[in-house]
């Protein structure tokens, strides 16, 4: 089977609020593939990002699939807000601390025409997405704990990512492997290595002097 291609998904969270709508351009421009759009509601991890409304801003303001990171309690509750305004998929995080029926909510989620996404921390088991993986559209595999950007890759979550491919490849799925946390040129390469097609990257691509050239050394080209 052939590799899957690589998809490069800068995280918002990491660019310029003051310039919104100019780092969107530089993002399209320099090849992003995705726009990763990190959901913190002061529950589920302690910080907090931003919601429903500005992700339909930014929907205003670029064509690129919006792949919305929900690290909220009760996402089933919001879901309806953040499929109006305007995600093309959305992750869930399968830890009980969210607090919500995770086959219920990746059905609803798949039900309403967007790609359903599932998530652990680095402290949860492998094991327990393992039934889900039939019904989701993309994996993502948090190589930081979740809550704050800019934190060190934890190259022991490989692990992971080795099984979701073993997975993908058993099965013949068309399923995404994500990473999310600590991405840089270094690490970019260990997870594709390890069967990553996604990876998300926040820190690396926005404190970069040249967008285009990280993300092309980030998806392994020169
Ligand atoms: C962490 C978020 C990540 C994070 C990535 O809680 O889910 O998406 O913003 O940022 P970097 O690339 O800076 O680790
Ligand atoms: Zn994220």
Known sequence: MLSPQILI????????FSKLEVEIRRIE????????????????????SFGPALVATVRKQTELPLDVHLMIERPDHYLPRFLEAGANSITVHVEPEARHPVTETLAAIRGAGCSAGLSLNPATPFE???????????????????????????????EKVKRAREWRAANQSTLHIEVDGG???????????????VLVAGTSIFRSKDYAKEIRELRGKK
């Open 9 to 16: 998904a800068p995280s918002l969270l990491a660019a310029d």
């Open 29 to 48: 421009e320099a090849g992003a593939d995705w726009l990763h759009l990190d959901i913190m509601d002061g529950h589920f991890v302690d910080n907090i």
């Open 128 to 158: 327990t997405i393992e039934p889900h993986l039939p019904n989701i559209d993309v994996l993502l595999v948090m190589t930081v704990h979740p809550g704050v950007g800019g934190q060190a890759f934890r190259p022991e979550m490989m």
């Open 183 to 197: 991405s840089n040129v270094d690490t970019a390469k260990l997870s594709i290595d390890n069967g990553a097609n």
